[in-house]
């Protein structure tokens, strides 16, 4: 070993993130579906910067169902994304452990029950130390995702791009669906 191929690092230091798997070694259409081909969480010791999870939910909606699907897809496509960008000279994998926390089980049949689970699951994932992002569902889950930002950060603000603002007071009388989150969030109490 040449002294340029010593380790930088002492063997009881801490590792830095582990990235993605490796695509020369094998196929980018081989392996387990994980956001960027990342570890799972449990592979990384339970411990993320930033934890990717799905939820595959879309009960609130009242015209085109499907979201309860993206999050798969968006695991599918992201196989392809490197890491390593050239164009930013950066390689954002390196500077965080990113890693795929699965899915969050909802019940399709109870928008309450559903809003409940996400919110605590959320919750827990948060006093992980790690910050969220979530993949598929409807907007109806943006209400239990603030409401478990709040309770772990104080007072949240937000800014909301969409074609339409989603702060219905009901919709078809029902108060929580994908166009009411936004009301019930800022409301008392949400």
């Known amino acids: ?36 081909r990342l570890p799972r969480i449990d592979e990384t010791g339970g411990r993320a910067d930033v934890a990717v999870v799905g939820i595959p939910f879309d009960t609130g909606v009242s015209y085109r169902p499907g979201a309860r699907f993206g999050g798969n897809a968006i695991r599918e496509a992201s196989r392809l994304l490197r890491p ?15 890693a795929d926390a699965g899915d969050i089980a909802v019940n399709p ?10 919110e605590q699951a959320a919750g827990e994932l948060l006093d992980t130390g790690a910050r969220l992002m979530t993949l598929g569902g409807d907007h109806t889950l ?8 709040a309770r ?39």
């Open 1 to 36: 070993m040449t002294s340029s191929d010593q380790p930088t690092t002492s063997p009881s230091a801490t590792p830095g993130p582990r990235g993605p798997v490796d695509s020369s070694r094998i196929p980018r259409y081989a392996g387990p579906a994980t956001f960027a």
């Open 84 to 98: 390593y960008n050239p164009a930013q000279d950066a390689s954002p994998f390196a500077l965080a452990q990113v």
């Open 109 to 118: 049949f109870d928008i309450g029950e559903a809003i409940e689970t996400v």
């Open 142 to 149: 943006a209400l239990p995702l603030l409401r478990a930002a």
């Open 152 to 190: 772990k950060h104080g007072p949240v603000a937000l800014l909301h791009f969409d074609a339409h603002l989603d702060t219905w007071d009901t919709y078809f009388g029902a108060p929580y669906t994908h166009g009411t989150p936004f009301r019930r969030a800022v409301g008392v109490g949400g």
